[in-house]
C-alpha cells in the first residue's frame, strides 16, 4: 500500500509536470489534467483510502463497533483529501485570499476534518472501555455468517474499484445507471455505491443478529450504527459545506448511540452483580 501510494504520486507528479512543461500536447493522456503539484496529493490520498476500505471489509467480519469506527475514519480522510484537492484549484495559490468563498471552503473542510478526527478518537476510546456483555449462545455461527459477508464484499469493493479505474482512463465509457447516475462523477460514485452496499449489509446483519442477540441494548445500537451509515451515505452525495455537516451529525449520532450503549452495559454490570473485569477491547471483545 505504502509503495503503491509513492509511486501513484511520483506518476502524478511526472504528469503534471509535462502537462505544464509541454501544454500544447493535444488529445494525449495528459490533456486536461490539473497542473496545481498539489492536486497529486490526491492520487496518494486515493490509495490510502482504498486501503482502509479493504481494511473496513475485514473490520467486519471481527466487530460492528470496530467496522463503524472505520467508516468514520473512511469519510474523515475523504474530507482530509478533499481540503488538498480544493487548494490545488486555487487559480493563484500566492493571492489565495482574494478567492473568499473558496476560502471559506477550504477553511470548513479543515475544521470538520478536525471535528471527525475528535469524534473518532471518542468512539474508539467508547470501543475499548465498554463493559464486555456476557453471551449465553455460541457465536461460531454468526461469526462464520460475517466472514462470508466480508468476502462478498471484497468481491464487489474491487468491483467497483476496477469500474472506477476503468472510467477514469476512458475504457468504460457508459456505466450501468444503477451504479453512477448521469451525470457520471468518476471521482465520486465508488464510495456512494460501496457505503450503499454497508447499508444493506449492516441491516442483514442487523436482523441476523437477533438471533443470537435479542436483548435491547444491542438491537438499539446496531439500528443506530445503521442510521449513522445512511447519514453517512447521503453525505457523500450532498453539496457543500452540507456535506460535512451531515457526516458530522452521522458521526455525532453514532458516538451517542455507543456512549448511552456504554453507560446501559455498565449499569447492567453494576446490577447483575457480574465481575467489572473483560472489556469489549475494540478488535477482541466485541464480536457481534
Same mark, same amino acid.
Request: net charge negative; glycine share 6%.
Given at each position: 500500500m505504502v509503495a503503491a501510494a509513492a509511486v501513484g504520486f511520483l506518476i502524478h507528479l511526472g504528469a503534471i509536470a509535462i502537462a505544464r512543461l509541454f501544454p500544447s500536447l493535444p488529445l494525449t493522456v495528459f490533456a486536461g489534467i490539473d497542473e496545481s503539484p498539489l492536486h497529486a496529493v490526491y492520487t496518494p490520498f486515493s490509495v490510502i483510502l482504498f486501503y482502509e476500505v479493504v481494511l473496513?471489509?475485514? !473490520?467486519?467480519? +471481527?466487530?460492528?463497533?470496530?467496522?463503524?469506527?472505520?467508516?468514520?475514519?473512511?469519510i474523515s480522510l475523504i474530507v482530509v483529501r478533499g481540503?488538498?484537492?480544493?487548494?490545488?484549484?486555487?487559480?493563484?495559490?500566492?493571492?489565495?485570499?482574494?478567492?473568499?468563498? !473558496?476560502?471559506? +471552503?477550504?477553511?470548513f473542510d479543515m475544521a470538520g476534518a478536525v471535528a471527525m478526527f475528535m469524534i473518532v478518537t471518542g468512539f474508539t476510546l467508547l470501543q475499548y472501555v465498554t463493559p464486555k456483555m456476557r453471551v449465553h449462545r455460541d457465536l461460531e455461527g454468526f461469526i462464520q455468517l460475517k466472514k462470508a459477508v466480508a468476502v462478498l464484499l471484497l468481491v464487489v469493493l474491487v468491483t467497483l474499484a476496477v469500474l472506477n479505474l476503468a472510467s477514469w482512463a476512458g475504457l468504460v465509457v457508459h456505466l450501468p445507471e444503477v451504479l453512477a447516475p448521469p451525470p457520471i462523477d468518476v471521482d465520486l460514485f465508488f464510495f456512494p455505491r460501496f457505503f450503499e452496499f454497508m447499508i444493506f449489509t449492516d441491516v442483514f446483519l442487523l436482523i441476523v443478529s437477533l438471533a443470537y442477540h435479542d436483548r435491547y441494548e444491542y438491537v438499539f445500537r446496531n439500528a443506530g450504527f445503521v442510521i449513522s451509515t445512511v447519514l453517512l451515505r447521503v453525505s457523500l452525495s450532498t453539496p457543500k459545506p452540507y456535506d460535512v455537516v451531515l457526516a458530522l451529525t452521522a458521526m455525532l449520532y453514532g458516538l451517542v448511540v455507543l456512549g448511552v450503549f456504554a453507560c446501559f452495559a455498565a449499569i447492567e454490570r453494576k446490577w447483575d452483580g457480574s465481575p467489572t473485569a473483560g472489556h469489549a477491547g475494540g478488535r477482541g471483545g466485541d464480536r457481534n
Open positions: 473496513l471489509v475485514f !473490520a467486519l467480519a +471481527a466487530s460492528h463497533t470496530g467496522e463503524i469506527a472505520k467508516q468514520y475514519q473512511i481540503v488538498f484537492k480544493d487548494i490545488g484549484g486555487f487559480d493563484d495559490l500566492e493571492n489565495w485570499l482574494a478567492e473568499p468563498a !473558496a476560502v471559506r +471552503a477550504v477553511l
